[in-house]
């Protein structure tokens, strides 16, 4: 049997040989799958960047939008309610949005559909200022936007273009190009902004800047589908729609995948909502406390963008069990400091800014480098659906699990969520 199968393994690579080698980029220290060359890998990011920078701008620019005296003209005592309200709807049906795209990636290829996703995101972000009423216009707007956002979102192009044994530190690397972007939106609305821009005028500006980014990072990544060659040999069905994605959480990587997708994206957007509302808290004069927040949350995410590429590596080189059981312990003793040293400007309040920041960084990479790992190539677009839903449906979880805590608990009890929520993951 064993001869049988030898034999016919020669007589398959001899009918259809592969001249395609693989290719190392960043001197060395990124191994790309066969038939992935260095301009594949630029435009995957890109295309990083680009999402993060199209999500930050229109996160800033929404509030902007809302309090804006010459736009939608909503009463102050209302506005926090309106945008919550307008952000739920969107995060509703960014749910379908992933089911249906992570299914059409597998079936009309990684290029076509980011562009679909470009264009919708490009969409919605002209319209948001132009729309005639809130409800349903705007929201509509919103939510056009929002799955242009989790369409381009869910390319899985690192599972596509990256060996198993690098898979970690391309996400890393991929989570500094985000990093980047995020940093570049804030910086290109103040620009604007400084330049006495209307806010109708920037979302313009936005949107222009993210077509160029957009169609530079699309015409870099790699055309056709992946799983088949260009002689059509070695057809892989990508069949089962997104129930096979469901399917794949029978595998215990994936499922862990999934889970963190859903704890830890939940519970960072709890963290920081309740580190923003406990900073404020410790001030008289809101806007001192309001400055204070975001000098605070500015070293989080400061931290993820140092630690990205670091805890990208250490993915490929620690084992699994061990990896996230430190990610979760950053996470609780970074969580557990900053409420017991009860001080926003101490010291030690830093250190667990520091040891969260560097946590949220290790979780983002860890919840996809599970599901890159051991996805089936065939089905690499729905688990990325999955995945995505889940940390939809995360975020929605948790941000009202928060506010009821906060609400008619205590400051404290979100912070206990988490102690309960990550000691769980490892045991899971």
Not at 86 to 112: E, N, Q, T
Not at 256 to 269: C, K
Not at 271 to 294: N, P
Not at 417 to 422: A, C, G, K, P, Q
Request: aromatic share 10%; proline share 3%; with cysteine.
């Amino acid at each position: 049997t064993q001869s049988t199968w030898g034999w016919s393994m020669v007589l398959q690579i001899a009918a259809y040989p592969n001249e395609e080698v693989e290719t190392k980029v960043l001197g060395g220290y990124i191994r790309l799958n066969k038939g992935i060359t260095l301009t594949h890998f630029m435009g995957k990011m890109i295309l990083c960047f680009l999402g993060a920078y199209a999500q930050a701008a229109i996160e800033t620019l929404f509030i902007l939008l809302l309090t804006d005296k010459n736009g939608y003209k909503i009463p102050e005592s209302t506005i926090g309610t309106t945008s919550g309200n307008l952000i739920l709807v969107d995060l509703i049906f960014r749910i379908p949005s992933s089911a249906i795209a992570g299914h059409l990636y597998d079936i009309f290829g990684r290029k076509v559909m980011l562009a679909v996703g470009l264009g919708i995101t490009v969409i919605g972000t002209i319209m948001l200022p132009f729309m005639p009423n809130i409800f349903p216009m705007l929201a509509l707007a919103r939510i056009i936007f929002g799955s242009g956002c989790t369409i381009v979102g869910l390319a899985p192009l690192i599972a596509d273009y990256i060996h198993d044994s690098d898979k970690g530190k391309a996400i890393g690397i991929g989570t500094v190009a985000g990093s980047l972007g995020g940093v570049a939106a804030v910086g290109t609305i103040n620009l604007f902004l400084l330049s006495s821009k209307t806010i109708a005028d920037i979302h313009v500006y936005a949107a222009v800047i993210v077509v160029v980014i957009g169609v530079v990072g699309v015409a870099l990544v790699k055309g056709g589908l992946y799983f088949k060659n260009s002689e059509g040999h070695g057809k892989k069905e990508a069949d089962g729609g997104i129930l096979a994605g469901i399917m794949l959480a029978r595998h215990p990587w994936i499922l862990m995948g999934y889970i963190i997708s859903f704890i830890a994206v939940g519970e960072t957007f709890l963290s920081a909502s309740t580190i923003i509302m406990w900073t404020k808290k410790h001030y008289v004069v809101e806007v001192e406390g309001s400055l204070q927040a975001t000098h605070i949350m500015a070293v989080v995410f400061g931290m993820v963008f140092i630690t990205g590429g670091i805890t990208g590596y250490i993915t490929d080189h620690m084992s699994l069990f061990t990896n996230v059981g430190l990610t979760c312990l950053l996470s609780f003793l970074g969580m557990s400091t900053i409420i017991f040293v009860n001080n926003p400007e101490h010291p030690i309040t830093y250190l667990g800014l520091v040891l969260w920041g560097t946590s949220l960084a290790g979780l983002g990479a860890l919840s996809t480098y599970l599901v890159d790992r051991f996805t089936p190539e065939e089905h690499r677009g729905k688990a990325h659906a999955i995945q995505g839903i889940a940390s939809v449906v995360g975020i929605i979880f948790c941000s009202h699990l928060g506010g009821f805590l906060f609400d008619h608990w205590t400051i404290h009890a979100p912070v206990s969520y988490t102690h309960l929520t990550l000691p769980t993951i490892y045991s899971v």
